[in-house]
């Protein structure tokens, strides 16, 4: 698979040729540029970086590039180990770093790694910055450092510990509650490091623990990303346990899905919609999310005299906005919980503590929370289009087909009807549009999203 380079950080497929795959000399390269990016940015001449990893096999090896290569630069490293994205993010401003590396390639499956650059508010480095950072891998502008400079090099493994203790002293986390319920929960964290950090989290809480690929071993047993299809151990271990709740998340415990007491999916959609119920009850403000998630947190907000706001999707576009309305909720569709009382990033361990305050103040088992949810189904197709086609004209097109409904053009093309909604976004690197529609069935869903194709076809 090719190497991907983004604003974000650069992830690809372990082994093969450099620049093509994510090879030893890819990660020196990108690890240099961001660590010289870093000094050439910094007032300072001591930095140092925290970085974290997940458990998938190459990590090691990866890490032990990164760790190597800042200390060549000159930069001190505080190894956190293996670690979960959100702790990397609790810990840098902690350890008052200037930044973090999380070695993760989130729900991609075992083959694949990645770099994840923070700044030194432990949040992902902006489009500008990202910019900057692969201009200097290109270049290869580095200064290494001589003997007497490198960086120091030290270890950690308190990071769960500080992580978890900031998430019980939030105000909004009511552990007593939760100890009250003695809740039995199901945890599947696909042999990653959520399999260390969210059994931690529970049993702090009081509840049940029943482990589901807990091992951090780095050996996935099923694809990581947390969507229904890849979860039937969990929805049928749910029913032979009699468990409460079922938690799955990603190898790196950024998106949090969650499974009722009868073994269905709560709808990763919903993870966000439920969190934000609890909260917005409590304190009346803005919640966010990206364009291409559910309606259904517009309608919660709003039914509790809030206000909702949608960003371009893209996790660092959803914290911006999250600022800029000073939210008291935000995140993503895919299970992604940003609570800013704690920081801002998506976290599955807040989320898993704020969800279950919900559950026991709520006095409802899952399925009966949910239902009092709106159910909204969601269809995802594409139209795969010529290279010579201009796809940025075919979407002006698009917008003025349909001007007379609610339009947003923040990224690419989102159509708001009354009933639905259609989301029109091109691909980056192919010539694609990808079609996201939500409707009150998966049938509406499926023929908004062929529906528009058909009209996509016509305008060519």
Known sequence: MP??????????TIGGKVDENLTPLDVVKFTSAFGTWLQNNKNKKDLTLVVGRDARISGLMVNSLVTATLQGLGI???????????TVEVMVP????????????SHNPKQWNALKLLNEKGEFINGENGTDVLALAESQDFNYAE???????????????????KILDLPMVDAEAIKAKKFKVVVDAVNSTGGIAIPQLLEE??????????????????????IKEHLGDICELMKTEK???GIVVDPDVDRLALVDENGELFGEEYTLVAVADYLLRHQKGAAISNL??????????????????????????????MKEKNAVIGGEGNGGIIYPELHYGRDSLVGVALFLTHLAKENKIVSELRATYPSYFMGKKKIELTPDIDVDSLLTKMENEYQTEDISTIDGVKIDFENNWVHLRKSNTEP??????????????????DQMIEKIKSLI
């Open 292 to 321: 291409s998630s559910s309606r259904a947190l517009r309608d919660v907000a709003r039914n509790l005299g809030s206000e909702y706001f949608a960003s371009a999707v893209g996790e660092v576009n959803v914290v911006t906005l």
């Open 432 to 449: 694609i549009i990808r079609i996201y529609t939500e409707a009150f069935s998966q049938e509406e869903a499926d023929r908004l999203g």
């Open 3 to 12: 190497l991907i380079k983004s604003i974000s950080g650069i992830r690809g």
């Open 76 to 86: 001190n490293v505080v190894d956190l180990g293996l670690s979960t994205t959100p």
């Open 205 to 226: 809480l009081g509840c049940e623990v029943v482990k589901l690929y807990c091992e951090p071993n780095g050996d996935f047993p099923h694809n990581p990303e947390p």
């Open 94 to 105: 902690e350890l008052n770093a200037d930044g973090g590396i999380i070695l993760t390639a």
């Open 147 to 165: 003997v007497d400079d490198l960086g120091q090099y030290e270890t950690r493994n308190d990071g769960f510990d500080i992580h978890i203790q």
């Open 243 to 245: 468990a409460d709740v």
